[in-house]
């Protein structure tokens, strides 16, 4: 059982900032690569962040420059912090793990989760 609960979205203003929060729980060997995605209704899912464990963060063009990606790894979290926010960054934000289970034997199953997402909304 692996969970995501994310936290930290709600209703900013135009050129304001916020930090989100995805903490993962339950049974697990590790994560992979943690990321955020954002999905606004009638469009795709696109990246936001991405950081691989040890590993160098990769950003969307749309936020480069205004988008931070860190994690703890003691607490299993992973953060997104954002500046300079604009209307276009209104979206439903999505928390996601590559996380590494136990499966048959000593094989190790990597699994992509996803949390619940949060809703960002950046008035003009």
Known sequence: QVTLVESGGGLVQSGGSLKLSCVVSGTFLGISTMAWYRQVPGKQRELVAALPDGGNAKYGDS???????????AKNTVYLQMSSLNPDDTAVYYCN????????????????????????TVSA
Do not use: C, K
């Open 63 to 73: 936020v480069m420059g205004r988008a931070t990606i860190s994690r703890d790894n």
């Open 97 to 120: 793990a590559d996380v590494a289970q136990a499966g048959p034997g000593e094989a190790v199953l990597f699994t992509g989760y996803w949390g619940q997402g949060t809703q960002v």
